[in-house]
């Protein structure tokens, strides 16, 4: 939003509170013990006094991403935050600032990085949702609790919409706002103007031709944006949802993503129905999959789908993955899909399914580490597993 200052509710957050219901979060999960351990290991730590009060008051933790002039960009936390929230959230900012080489815009995303850095553009990961209930206000870009899902997590798992995917979302306005810039007035200067400039027409023709936000409800929300310049910044965001599989599994509209704001619900229908946030989408700056590795929940049971399937709703988002870490003891499969997936296992007993026979495939094994490559082109990829108990084949499944 605006400079990372849209604190609270906004015209459209009131709307869908009131159309989809709203609930709000329990009592901490950290105790005041706990609120004083920080998981290094994570990279998660206490919240730096050079911040201010502002922050060392109302946030008990704090991790970075370090751009390439050496300063940092922040995210707070508050307490009933998970550390898995915590680390997804750096992965999505890692992800939206890792270079896309051969791109136009995004083959050197550094200046972007460390406009971020020189904007002193903060995250800020708040308790609860987006209703206005949390008393904290600070200079900050906000992402609230009940709007983070954790791959593997039961709202993930059910593409819950009552605790919907608003990560990228917001994360992209987060980049959007401090780095790449944004034009018009009551902005910060960005790294990336003739980026915006193609932005910024492709909303307008969104806008005027009835692609986005065509629904007469959103139209105090529209005016309202419009008063504060984030116009183009939500209708990327829109768009960006839909790419990244976010709506696939939605099930109040069989064609719109985002609420029913936007023409399109999925990445294929994009091309034909938005043509120019497709151009947006390619080779321009996004990547066509997601670059972090996702650390999936430790409560997760069953096989894990990386590759998609209709009887699956969040493989319309996970189909997108290419990279993940298993958490906990339970025994959990993993399906793959075909972007050469990196996948380690957990303390439990995991196995990796293929799609096609035994013989299809050339298998290595080296100090701990199996690579199985799919020697049909498009189906399986070459896939580099760690800590990995079997290979499941259509034909047979093969310990290692």
Known sequence: MKNGKRYFTSALALLLMMACGSKTTGESSVTPEEQQTFNTALGIEAVPEELGKAYTDNFNRYTKVIAPNGKPIHIVVQDDITDEQVVRCRGILEHFLKDYPGSKFGSDKSAIASKMAENNAVLALMNGQDDGANPVRVNAQPLFKNEIQVEGHSWYVNQNYEHRDAAFEEILHFVHDHGIGVDG???????????????????????????????????????????????????????????????????????????????????????????????????????????????????????????????????????????????????????????????????????????????????????????????????????????????QFADQTITL
Not at 250 to 266: A, D
Not at 269 to 274: A, G, L, Q
């Open 185 to 391: 007035p009551n902005t910060l200067p960005g790294a990336a103007p003739e980026f915006q400039q193609e932005i910024r027409a492709a909303q307008i023709n969104g806008l005027s031709n009835g692609l986005w936000a065509n629904d007469a409800r959103a139209a105090d929300w529209i005016k309202e944006l419009d008063e504060e310049n984030s116009l183009s910044q939500e209708y990327l965001a829109a768009v960006i949802d839909v790419y990244y599989g976010l709506w696939g599994a939605w099930s109040e509209s069989e064609t719109e993503g985002m609420h029913g704001l936007y023409v399109s619900k999925v990445r294929d229908e994009i091309k034909d129905e938005d043509p120019m946030a497709y151009e947006l989408m390619d080779n321009k700056f996004f990547h066509p999959y997601l670059t972090y590795n996702a650390r999936i929940d430790g409560e997760f049971e069953g096989t894990f789908s990386l590759r998609f399937s209709g009887s699956i709703p969040y493989s319309h988002h996970s189909r997108y993955l290419k990279d993940i870490t298993l958490l906990g003891s339970k025994n959990t499969n993993v399906r793959v899909n075909e972007l050469n997936n990196d996948i380690t296992g957990n303390e439990g007993a995991n196995t990796v399914i293929f799609s096609g026979n035994f013989q299809e495939y050339t298998v290595h094994s080296d100090g701990g580490v199996t690579t199985v490559a799919d020697n049909i082109a498009n189906r399986d990829g070459e896939n580099v597993l760690r800590n990995i108990e079997k290979l």
